[in-house]
């Protein structure tokens, strides 16, 4: 059973990679507004999926982003982009889930803790430079 943990190591680095360098500080520019919206609406799908938070939650996060995201051209749709794009990650931790649950639970917690602070930081308005 230990080698089974080891094929999904590649999977949690790359996650964590994507995590981590999705966590750049918000820009004023349209272009990276539009990629904060994306990469806020994808944080948003697996925090729905795992870490138990409610619609209304993610409903009033939206909500609070977009008012800081001014920059973005079309916030619904690159919110929308993703959370369409976070189902790759969801199914293959879902996957992790069936094979292995300690492991997933293990990469849950820390995710969530994660995405919780992540979050929180994307609301604070850009310093003006």
Known sequence: MKNL???YRPLCAA?????????APLASGAS?????AE??????SFARAFC????????????RLRKVLTGATDFDQHWDTGWHRADITNSQM???RERD?????????VNCERL???????????AQK
Not at 15 to 23: H, I, N
Not at 32 to 36: E, I, K, L, T
Not at 52 to 63: F, H, Q, T, W
Request: charged share 25%.
């Open 101 to 109: 649950p300690k492991e997933f639970a293990a990469r849950i917690k």
């Open 52 to 63: 138990d938070v409610s619609p209304e939650r993610i409903g009033a996060y939206k909500e």
């Open 15 to 23: 996650f964590c990679l994507s995590v981590v360098s999705l966590a």
């Open 39 to 44: 990469t806020a609406g994808e944080r948003a």
């Open 94 to 96: 879902n996957a992790l």
């Open 116 to 126: 919780k602070w992540m979050a929180g930081n994307a609301l604070h308005r850009p």
């Open 5 to 7: 943990s080891y094929r």
């Open 32 to 36: 990276d507004a539009n990629m904060s």
